[in-house]
């Protein structure tokens, strides 16, 4: 069974910093990668995906992943964050044809201050 | 993407007690799911709730906890049965789009006192 596993918890960052949050995954398959994210009091939006091709996908509010197959990796980036960005974050993995099943990491709780 | 809302979004339950969260869909999905998400931890899926058959559940949860009714395409229930404090948590519904994509409904916030 595949896991998935973010790093950092708990991230706090002022605006215009530059943010990375990390996704590392089990499983030695094909797979699809996710991020989704939760605004305070909201529920979960779709960030961005990866299915095939270019490994560096761009998603919503200037967000960007890169998948790097050999480290089993799908790192989340922004160049300069904003304080509407502060949010929990999850990285999600499913099986190439496993029928939309996702595994989910613990997530990361984002904090940007003015 | 699919409008997905939850009834209710948020309830307050005796031990002992169930709960029958609803879950409607504004168009017709093959694919809908249910997860939960307790408290400071990730989203784990319970089933997947098949239209016209019996839920399929993963590792730990079993159909008498967690009973799921699938009648149509756009519809899906799931109860939470002689529910205790350790129940207590978000649940959710999503629904497989295309590519795989799922798209997750506002959840349920459920205390159990």
């Known amino acids: 069974a595949q896991s998935v596993s973010q790093h950092n918890h708990h991230v706090i960052l002022s605006e215009a910093a530059s943010l990375e949050l990390g996704c590392n995954y089990s499983?030695?398959?094909?797979?699809?990668l996710f991020w989704y994210v939760q605004y305070p009091g909201q529920h979960l939006q779709l960030l961005l995906k990866y299915f095939s091709g270019d490994p560096l996908v761009k998603g919503i509010k200037g967000f960007e992943a890169e998948f790097i197959k050999s480290k089993f990796s799908f790192n989340l980036r922004k160049p300069s964050v904003q304080w509407s960005d502060t949010a929990e974050y999850f990285c999600a993995v499913g099986v190439t044809g496993g029928g939309n099943k996702l595994t989910f990491g613990t997530g990361t709780q984002l904090k940007v201050e003015l | 993407s699919a409008v997905i809302s939850q009834k209710p979004s948020r309830d307050i339950c005796q031990r002992g007690t169930s709960l029958t969260i609803q879950c409607q869909v504004d168009?017709?999905?093959?694919?809908m799911f249910w997860y939960r998400q307790q408290p400071g931890q990730s989203l784990t899926l319970i089933a997947t709730?098949?239209?016209?058959?019996?839920?399929?559940?993963e590792s730990g949860f079993v159909i008498d906890k967690f009973p799921i009714s699938r009648p149509n395409l756009t519809f899906s229930t799931l109860t939470v049965s002689n529910m205790s404090p350790e129940d207590s948590s978000i649940y959710l519904c999503?629904?497989?789009?295309?590519?795989?994509?799922?798209?997750f409904g506002p959840g349920t916030r459920l205390l159990v006192l």
């Open positions: 709730a098949n239209q016209g058959s019996e839920a399929t559940y």
């Open positions: 168009s017709q999905v093959t694919m």
């Open positions: 999503s629904v497989g789009a295309s590519g795989e994509t799922q798209y």
């Open positions: 499983y030695g398959g094909t797979v699809n």
